[in-house]
């Protein structure tokens, strides 16, 4: 079924232990669309400047699935640039530098021919905004959102009233600390789905994932990766694994493509592709991942974890 | 098969963000036993002092699988005291005190009973102890070692050589960094290899553990505990249910009680009975733990992982 993204695609400038990339492809839009395009067709809404490099659209083509319909590119605006420096254990990282572009303006609109889309992934921008996509997408089968730290201290009572119109929340572990003021993270998760959800993913990154759903728990380690180049991106391609696989899945007449077996199983293909999405900065991995490597890395993941 | 562990019985005094537990029995040896008791017979050798509560006695006596003939009252000595404070998140804790006593004596011997014992754990103690533990068990076919942090820097040659005397190594993620210097947990894990034993286990607490085995890789996740009163004695009942499930199965003729697959299913065993220990302070969880607890958790947590 159809699938649509709306997020930032931005320039980033990434310094990580073991090398660098300057003005190199990302924004949550493009890593959660190039994952899910593994799956089936992902539509992207998202906007650009005009100095938005032509190679870089060039690389967007790559993924064929990858609908850009919906990407605007304003001539005379700036394209969103994030520049970040991550410490040496990977797992915490500093922003050296952000600058707004695009983000700055009015969001762009969801065209015409997207407005049927049933699967909808609002990917991590201010809960305004988020919330604004909704209405421009009546048929909606599934909606998932994610959020950071920075929207719920500054943005609370707009991440409320989101939270109130989407089957699903994917945040990180020390955020959903912060929304809910729980340490446990099992705690944390059902005090969110009092506030609307049906089930909320906890990413803990190295450390897998946690699904709390109305109807059961989950919990999934990471793929142990051993070549992790540039972390950018993990959560984003790990939605996108997950929702393109939940898309694909939800093809099936009848099927519910929120339980809470249809989500647990499509946390495993958010686990796999974000396990390659690592192993290089911006989407270069990606782009060379075949489908026979990922599901071979889907059936050695299943072998790992099965009891 | 028969099991053995060697390690400290201690009193312990503990502080965690919920309550707190004066003087109450503790000790990995004490922890590793009841644990390991679910699963078959256990055998502890350990030392205590005349200043040993006689209700301790009666608690160690309450698990029927643990013998005890290697428990060594000294009467004019003192036994272990320790005492530690959690940090807000429970996944941290700072020593407030340590009393030695007995531990700063000779180690405990092996009794003649005890000498054919199969399967060796050398709860964590001073590698050079350790070691002088393995020439009194000539029988032993599977010897996991557990270490910290102290003798990785106190005693790193000692540790060194009782490596090359082991099958396992059973560790924290930070303590495996810090003996091999290596970030990444799958390197410094296959760096462990290297040293000597056939498989590391990694633990994370929380966030589960890692098997690096010389034939293969696997990740768990730790069960999503709510009820989380006392982490003290996570990792070692962590360790006594993998232990007492290996040397369980290790009972069928010609099985390889260390095999990737063995000890990986073992590890299991150690996840789920872990999850009940620190659901309470001390040995009181797992002394009302019935088997059918144990097989329905064992059987949710399976549903949990299963891909």
Not at 38 to 48: D, E, S, T
Not at 142 to 158: G, Q, R, S
Not at 185 to 193: D, K, W, Y
Not at 255 to 277: E, K, M, Y
Request: hydrophobic content about 45%; charged content about 20%.
């Amino acid at each position: 079924m159809s699938l649509i993204v709306t997020g930032t695609i931005g320039i980033d400038t990434v310094y990580t232990p073991t090398g660098h990339g300057e003005r190199i492809l990302g924004g949550s839009c493009t890593y959660f669309a190039a994952a899910a395009s593994f799956y089936g067709p992902v539509r992207m809404v998202a906007a650009v400047g005009g100095d938005f490099p032509p190679e870089f659209m060039a690389t967007l083509g790559h993924f064929r699935n990858v609908d850009v319909a919906g990407l605007e590119v304003r001539k005379g605006s700036k394209t969103f640039a994030w520049g970040g420096k991550y410490r040496d254990d990977m797992n915490s990282r500093d922003t050296l530098f952000t600058e707004l572009g695009v983000l700055a303006e009015a969001p762009p609109k969801v065209p015409a021919s997207f407005a049927d889309s049933r699967f909808v992934f609002l990917a991590n921008t201010h809960p305004g905004v988020q919330a604004g996509m909704l209405g421009q997408l009546p048929r909606r089968a599934l909606t998932v959102a994610d959020t950071m730290d920075l929207w719920i201290n500054v943005a609370k009572p707009e991440l409320l009233a989101l939270l109130k119109q989407v089957d699903g929340l994917v945040l990180n572990y020390d955020e959903a600390e912060l929304l809910t003021g729980r340490k446990n993270p099992v705690t944390a998760g059902r005090q969110i789905l009092g506030l609307g959800p049906r089930f909320v993913v906890i990413k803990k990154g190295e450390h897998g994932a946690l699904l709390v759903h109305r109807d059961g728990l989950a919990a999934l380690p990471a793929y142990p990766a051993e070549k992790v180049i540039d972390p950018t991106g993990a959560g984003d391609s790990f939605a996108g694994g997950m929702m393109g696989s939940l898309a694909a899945a939800g093809s099936a007449p009848g099927a519910d493509a929120g339980s809470f077996d249809a989500i647990r199983r499509a946390l495993v293909h958010g686990t796999v592709v974000a396990s390659f999405n690592i192993e290089a900065f911006s989407l270069d991995r990606l782009r060379t991942l075949t489908r026979a490597e990922l599901d071979a890395r889907y059936n050695e993941y299943a072998a790992m974890v099965r009891v």
